[in-house]
Each structure stands twice: as C-alpha cells, then as structure tokens.
C-alpha cells in the first residue's frame, strides 16, 4: 500500500507543480528528467569528490551518491532554463507589448482575453507535461527502490530500522505489486552488482558458508593475509557476523571498510567469478575448477595412507596395525593442503606423523632340547611419541610455498613456515592463592622437511592425491563439501 501511495503522490506532485509553473517549465522538467536518467549514471565520475564533501566517505555512498548528484545537476540545470524560458513568455503574453504601457491601462478586453486563452492552455499543456515527468520520475524512483531493496532486502535483521526498514517495505511492496517487474526492466545495473548482492545475502544468512568459502580456489591465498587474519581474530566483528546484526553496523565497522577500500582486494574480486562462487557456496563444488587436478583443498586421508603403507608392509603384525592406524588418526588431525590459483602451496594442522620406521622382527621358535624348530621374519613398527601439547589449539602453518605443472606433471617446493613451536607451561597443583612459580620450557623443534607431490600418482581428475615427506607418503583427498 506505501508504494502506491508513493507512487501516486509523485505523479500527483509533478501534475499540480507542473499546471502552477506553465508549459514550458513542465516541458524542459520532462526532457531534463528523460535525458537525466540516461546519462546520470555516466556522469556520476564528475561527482566522485561529493561523498568525502559530505562526510560520507564509505564506498557504498561513493558509488550511490556520484550519479544521484549528476541526476540532479541535469535536472536542476534544464529546469532553471525552462524557468526562465517560462517567466519571458508569460510576460510577453501578460502585457502583449512590454513598451506599451498605455495599453495595458486601459484594459483592452481583446488583450485580456487572449491571455486568458493563453494561460488556460499554459497551464493545461503544464498538467499533461507533468504528469508525464511525475510518470519518469515514478520510473527513476522504483528503480532507485528495486536495485537499493534488491541487496538491503537479502540482509534483513530483526534490528533493522529507520530507513534501511522503510527501504525494504518499498521494495517488498514494489515486488508484491508488480512494480518491481517493471523496475526490473529499467534497472540495467551492471551484472556484478546483483552478483555480489546474492554473495552478500547468501553470506549474511548462513554465517557457517565461512567455512566452506576460505576452500573456493581463488580465495585459498587471501585467506592467509595479515589482515584477513586479523578480521577473522575479531570476536567482537565475528559476533555481529554469526549473530546476523544490522548490516549497517556491519559494513562500517573499521575492519570490514578496511578490506572493502582496499584497492588490492579489489582488483583480485573482480577478477573473480562471482556466479561460480556462488553456485560452489550453494553446492560446494566449482565448476570452473572442477577439472582441475590440484588448485583447491585437500585434507589427510588417514584411512587410505595406512593402508598403501600397509601394502608395502604386508608383515606387519595386527598390534602395530592398529598402533599405526590411532597414530595417524591422532597425529595428523586437522591436516591439510591447499593449492591456490596463484601457485601459492600451503601445508597447515598440528603436526605431520613422521618417523614411522618400519624394522624386521625375527621371530625364533625353540625346541625342548634348546634347538632352533623355526624362523618367521615379520615387520614391527617403530611409532614415535606424540607430543600432547602439539595437538591443543588451531592448526597453525607448518609449511609454505608454490608449486607448477609442467605438461602432465605437477611438483611442489615448500618450506618451512615454522620450524620452532614453544609449547606452553605446564601447570602444577597448587594449594588455593599460591602463585605457581615460572616454568621456562625449551623450545621444541618441529622439522618440515621439503614438500614433493608424486605426479605419476596424480591422474586426471581423481580426487586422491599421493604426497612424499622424506622417505614417508600421504594420502590427501579433496575437500568437495
């Protein structure tokens, strides 16, 4: 009901404005507003300097503000001519003869009536010109309505209000009565914009499509810059983030503004396919990706790396069968590879489970008399300890690097992100308001030797990949959900 009543309050406004100002008035307010909405939008880079003027630096008000502001230096421009096109005929046809005064005194009915007739077409010609321009006004706004509802109407909160509130009621009355698909035609804004408003939206209302997002191909690089970490560490902006708040607080909080204002960024989401990283949001896989054989995330396959293990090791007895798979179920939780788009290789979890030393196990079977009945060689399993405080807190980085395909093979070449972890105190059981005394630990080094992809087990679009650490091999599998 708000939409009508604002759309009939616009017409109805340019109607009665346009009858009080005259034809000519009315007409070049129609033109102005014709040629204002077509070219407004390319003009709107004269105007980039208006939002920093105003107070209103965030990039949101420089890419809205700049055209609105060329909107209506047009129209104000054209009207002032109509204006003054419109005063110097209506003097004209109110005195005839600006020089003859006599005339005029002496009230000459022909005279009157003629400006009669004059000012009752004037002002007819004004009406129908009004409504015309109150009907291209109606158009800019519902525009205006549909593009700004289109986002804002993605990224309803309950505390949503004033005119972000009012906003959305427009747009959801413009949708309900068919005013939106009108709008719609009109509304030839560029085709990120409505991208990026679906990725906003769809972010907005499921804050655990985060997680799957930092595995899209062209985002696994950024994810590890300085600042986009920092934005993640922020629980205060993480809150607002889960807790779905008011996108405005959102979007101008200093972090958030940070990222959306840096020009780096910028250029990197703009070279990236909005629609497919969307659809890989929706569905968890990419198909501009897809076939690829490595860019995207991989995570340790313990079940599959015990068993080509034990495949080389068929002697293995079962004790060390399942020392070894619990040893890497525990070791290697949380561990990952990722591949980005721009060659960059990353190694991150807790630990990697080398020092597996496979050993011969002669097994000696003697006689009542002393005598050797028998020999069994088996394999034992060497499993090295594992240091609890490594497996407490996040994955951290353990190694770093780029990689390349060259004709059907591909190799990696990382090092070491971190080759020294200080393990955290240990705490003693004291009595109640005794201060425990310092606890000064070694360093404990963790060494992450060079990082090499085996490529002749890497065929064309399988979802395992075989990855060589020193003389031990891992099994990764693809992160496809």
Same mark, same amino acid.
């Given at each position: 009901m708000t939409i009508w009543l604002l759309a009939l309050f616009i017409i109805a406004?340019?109607?009665?404005?346009?009858?009080?100002a005259g034809m000519i008035y009315s007409l070049a307010s129609f033109v102005g507003a014709l040629v204002a909405a077509v070219v407004a939008p390319m003009l709107g880079e004269l105007f980039?300097?208006?939002?920093?003027?105003?107070?209103?630096? =965030?990039? &949101?008000?420089?890419?809205?503000l700049p055209p609105v502001m060329a909107f209506l230096a047009i129209i104000v421009a054209v009207a002032s001519v109509g204006g003054v096109l419109q005063r110097?005929? !209506?003097? =004209?046809? /109110?005195?005839?003869?600006? =020089?003859?005064?006599?005339?005029?005194?002496?009230?000459?009915?022909? =005279?009157?009536?003629?400006?009669?007739?004059?000012?009752?077409?004037? /002002?007819?010609?004004?009406?129908?010109?009004?409504?015309?321009?109150? &009907? &291209?006004?109606?158009?800019?706004?519902?525009?205006?309505?549909?593009?700004?509802?289109?986002a804002t109407g993605q990224v309803k909160s309950e505390d949503t209000h004033g005119g972000l509130k009012f906003l959305n009621g427009l747009y959801d009355g413009a949708q309900?009565?068919?005013?939106?698909?009108?709008? +719609?035609?009109?509304?030839?804004?560029?085709?990120?914009? !409505?991208?990026?408003?679906?990725?906003?939206?769809?972010? !907005?209302?499921?804050?655990?499509?985060?997680?799957?997002?930092?595995?899209y191909p062209n985002l696994i690089s950024l994810q590890h810059r300085d600042d986009i970490k920092d934005l993640v560490a922020d629980t205060n902006l993480v809150s607002l983030i889960k807790g779905k708040s008011n996108i405005v607080l959102i979007l101008t909080h200093p972090k958030i503004l940070g990222l959306i204002q840096n020009t780096e960024l910028r250029a990197e989401y703009d070279k990236m396919d909005k629609a497919d990283l969307v659809s890989f949001l929706n569905t968890g896989k990419s198909a501009k990706w897809k076939d690829d054989p490595l860019v995207g995330?991989?995570?340790?396959?313990?079940?599959?790396?015990?068993?080509?293990?034990?495949?080389?090791?068929?002697?293995?007895?079962?004790?060390?069968?399942?020392?070894?798979?619990?040893?890497? /179920? &525990?070791?290697?939780?949380?561990?990952?590879?990722?591949?980005?788009t721009d060659q960059q290789a990353f190694l991150e979890g807790r630990m990697v489970p080398l020092g597996i030393s496979p050993q011969p196990r002669i097994t000696r079977k003697i006689g009542t008399e002393g005598e050797i009945m028998s020999l069994t060689t088996n394999i034992t399993l060497v499993v090295p300890t594992i240091p609890i405080n490594l497996l407490t807190g996040p994955p951290r980085m353990l190694a770093k690097g780029t990689w390349k395909k060259e004709g059907d093979k591909l190799s990696v070449e +990382?090092?070491?992100?971190?080759?020294?972890?200080?393990?955290?105190?240990?705490t003693n059981a004291l009595p109640v308001g005794t201060m425990p005394p310092p606890v000064v630990r070694p360093p404990v080094v963790v060494p992450v030797p060079a990082l090499k992809i085996a490529s002749d087990l890497q065929p064309a679009g399988s979802n395992k990949l075989s990855v060589q650490f020193g003389n031990e091999t891992f099994i990764f599998e693809r992160v496809t959900d």
């Open positions: 406004f340019y109607a009665t404005t346009g009858r009080a980039v300097w208006v939002p920093e003027l105003v107070g209103l630096p =965030h990039p &949101i008000w420089k890419a809205v110097r005929v !209506y003097l =004209h046809y /109110k005195y005839l003869d600006e =020089h003859d005064d006599a005339q005029f005194l002496r009230g000459d009915r022909e =005279h009157n009536q003629q400006f009669l007739r004059w000012d009752r077409m004037n /002002k007819n010609l004004g009406l129908v010109l009004g409504l015309f321009t109150g &009907i &291209i006004y109606l158009v800019v706004v519902s525009v205006g309505i549909w593009m700004t509802g289109y309900s009565t068919g005013l939106g698909k009108f709008a +719609a035609v009109f509304g030839l804004a560029p085709v990120e914009y !409505y991208e990026t408003a679906d990725l906003v939206g769809l972010l !907005y209302n499921n804050p655990n499509a985060y997680e799957r997002l930092v595995t995330y991989w995570r340790f396959d313990a079940k599959n790396t015990e068993e080509q293990f034990l495949s080389k090791y068929k002697q293995v007895l079962q004790p060390d069968r399942v020392r070894l798979g619990n040893y890497l /179920k &525990i070791a290697a939780f949380g561990l990952t590879l990722s591949f980005g +990382a090092g070491r992100a971190a080759s020294v972890l200080t393990l955290p105190p240990a």
